[in-house]
T-cell receptor, first 107, second 114 residues
Framework: GEDVEQSLFLSVREGDSSVINCTYTDSSSTYLYWYKQEPGAGLQLLTYIFSNMDMKQDQRLTVLLNKKDKHLSLRIADTQTGDSAIYFCAGFQKLVFGTGTRLLVSP | AAGVIQSPRHLIKEKRETATLKCYPIPRHDTVYWYQQGPGQDPQFLISFYEKMQSDKGSIPDRFSAQQFSDYHSELNMSSLELGDSALYFC?????????????FGEGSRLTVL
C-alpha cells in the first residue's frame, strides 16, 4: 500500500524559511497536496502541485516535486508565528496522509 | 463561501453505546470522505461515497457504517463504541469533475468514549 513519510518536528525562528519534506512510494496521483492543521481544527488545503510540474510558487509557499526520488517539499518563506501548525502532505489513491510535521515558530 | 459542515462538533458516549455523525458537503460537491484522526495521529481514511454509492473503503471497522443520502449529506454510524474509538472524525468533500481533485475538510467531530 501507499507509504508517506514526513519528519515529525521542525522548529524555526520567526522570519526564517521553513522546509518541510515528504517522501512517498505511490506515484500514481495526478495532484499532490499540502494541508495545514491548527490545534483542534480541520485540515486546510494550503497548496497543490500537478504531478507533471517540478515547482509551484504561491506567495510565501514554494512546492518542489522530485518525481524520480518521490520527494515533495514545502518551503515557507518569512515564517510567522501564525504558521505554527501541523503540515501534512497528501495525494495518491485514497488521499493517504503523511504522518504530519509539527512546525513550531518561535519569536 | 460555504464550507463542509459537521455535526455535532463534540460528542461524549459511553462504551457499547452508538453514535451518529453527520456531514453536509459543500454545495455541488458529489463525493464525501470520512477520516478518523486519533490523538497525535495522522488522519486515517475510513470510507468514501460518490453520488450516494460507496466508492472506496479504508480502515473502517465492521462496527461502523456510513451512507450518503439523496441530498448528498452523509452519516457515519458507530455502534458498540470502544475506548479506542475516541478520536476526531473528519468529513471532506470534493467535486469529481474538478481536475485538481482537492478535498475540503470540515472542522471535525470530536468523539470521546468513556
Amino acid at each position: 500500500g501507499e507509504d508517506v513519510e514526513q519528519s515529525l518536528f521542525l522548529s524555526v525562528r520567526e522570519g526564517d524559511s521553513s522546509v518541510i519534506n515528504c517522501t512517498y512510494t505511490d506515484s500514481s496521483s495526478t495532484y499532490l497536496y499540502w494541508y495545514k492543521q491548527e490545534p483542534g481544527a480541520g485540515l486546510q488545503l494550503l497548496t497543490y502541485i500537478f504531478s507533471n510540474m517540478d515547482m509551484k510558487q504561491d506567495q510565501r509557499l514554494t512546492v518542489l516535486l522530485n518525481k524520480k526520488d518521490k520527494h515533495l517539499s514545502l518551503r515557507i518563506a518569512d515564517t510567522q508565528t501564525g504558521d505554527s501548525a501541523i503540515y501534512f502532505c497528501a495525494g495518491f489513491q485514497k488521499l493517504v496522509f503523511g504522518t504530519g510535521t509539527r512546525l513550531l515558530v518561535s519569536p | 463561501a460555504a464550507g463542509v459542515i459537521q455535526s455535532p462538533r463534540h460528542l461524549i458516549k459511553e462504551k457499547r453505546e452508538t453514535a451518529t455523525l453527520k456531514c453536509y458537503p459543500i454545495p455541488r460537491h458529489d463525493t464525501v470522505y470520512w477520516y478518523q484522526q486519533g490523538p497525535g495521529q495522522d488522519p486515517q481514511f475510513l470510507i468514501s461515497f460518490y453520488e450516494k454509492m460507496q466508492s472506496d473503503k479504508g480502515s473502517i471497522p465492521d462496527r461502523f457504517s456510513a451512507q450518503q443520502f439523496s441530498d448528498y449529506h452523509s452519516e457515519l454510524n458507530m455502534s458498540s463504541l470502544e475506548l479506542g474509538d475516541s478520536a476526531l472524525y473528519f468529513c471532506a468533500s470534493s467535486a469529481r469533475d474538478r481536475p485538481t481533485g482537492e478535498l475540503f475538510f470540515g472542522e471535525g467531530s470530536r468523539l470521546t468514549v468513556l
